[in-house]
């Protein structure tokens, strides 16, 4: 203990051993640096190209191992929680073989337009032209049904009604600048478009039906009655008699 005491005393052998020590600190430090930037990770990857707006499924995700020193930028690394389910931006196309980037991937909610996704096969969105009257005081919202209604004159000079298609889903509501209405935000905005999803057929006869003179297609809610003025003689019809009336005058709509 007392040649301790002396060695320690004496500073030219205190600051050999603190050189040293710091020399051994620096190299264990840099081996460990190496090491864990040499050291394989298991990373997922595209297996297959991926689409803009596609949701990410299991069969399109593969692991690699790759040094850590490769990995460069915002690369995710875990499947579950960063990628799986989630969807291609709209203007991000993933490579066959490449690693997934944050900057191209979003939830379903962050795409612009993410209602057209839910859109079943053999479904076409089409765009309404609304106001403040026809929503109802902007009361048609994203989520709610409604009943189209076909309103023209017939042959006989009589206006006539009927509905064309009922318990039709509202995908989103729009202003003139295409914001949705009903966003979060405190700005008042006033309802332009309505978008919802109709069989191909109908969508047709809808686009054929703008172009009927003294013809007018209307939005009912489907748990309120279309309302009419009380002076109007109104022939109620059906939906077959409403096709076959547009199809008769309207003129061919090439795709």
């Known amino acids: 203990m007392k040649k301790l005491k002396q060695v320690l005393s004496n500073k030219n052998t205190v600051t050999i051993i603190a050189a040293i020590l710091i020399v051994l600190v620096l190299y264990f430090f840099y081996n460990w640096r190496v090491s864990q930037a040499t050291s394989p990770i298991r990373v997922p990857y595209a297996t297959?190209?991926?689409?803009?707006?596609?949701?990410?499924?299991?069969d399109m995700i593969g692991y690699l191992e790759i040094p850590q020193s490769a990995i460069k930028g915002n690369v995710l690394t875990n499947k579950d929680t960063q990628i799986l389910g989630m969807y291609t931006n709209v203007n991000a196309t993933i490579p066959s073989g490449s690693l997934f980037y944050?900057?191209?991937?979003?939830?379903?909610?962050?795409?612009?337009?993410?209602?057209?996704?839910?859109?079943?096969?053999?479904?076409?969105?089409?765009?309404?032209?609304?106001?403040?009257?026809t929503t109802y005081g902007n009361s048609m919202y994203p989520g709610n049904y409604v009943d189209v209604y076909f309103k023209g004159v017939g042959d006989d000079g009589?206006?006539?009604?009927?509905?064309?298609v009922e318990n039709v889903k509202i995908l989103a509501v729009?202003?003139?600048?295409?914001?949705?209405?009903?966003?979060?935000?405190?700005?008042e905005r006033a309802p332009s478009q309505i978008i919802f999803a109709v069989t191909e057929d109908i969508h047709l006869l809808l686009r054929k039906a703008e172009y009927i003179q003294n013809a007018e297609i209307i939005l009912v809610p489907t748990n309120a009655s279309l309302e009419l003025d009380s002076d109007e003689i109104v022939i109620n019809v059906t939906s077959e008699t409403i096709r076959q009336y547009i199809e008769s005058r309207a003129t061919n709509i090439v795709e």
């Open 48 to 58: 297959q190209t991926i689409p803009p707006r596609t949701q990410i499924t299991d």
């Open 102 to 133: 944050e900057s191209l991937i979003v939830k379903e909610e962050e795409l612009p337009d993410s209602f057209l996704i839910d859109i079943e096969e053999g479904f076409v969105a089409y765009n309404f032209s609304v106001d403040m009257k």
């Open 158 to 164: 009589l206006l006539m009604v009927g509905k064309l």
């Open 174 to 187: 729009k202003d003139s600048s295409g914001r949705h209405v009903f966003e979060n935000t405190t700005e």
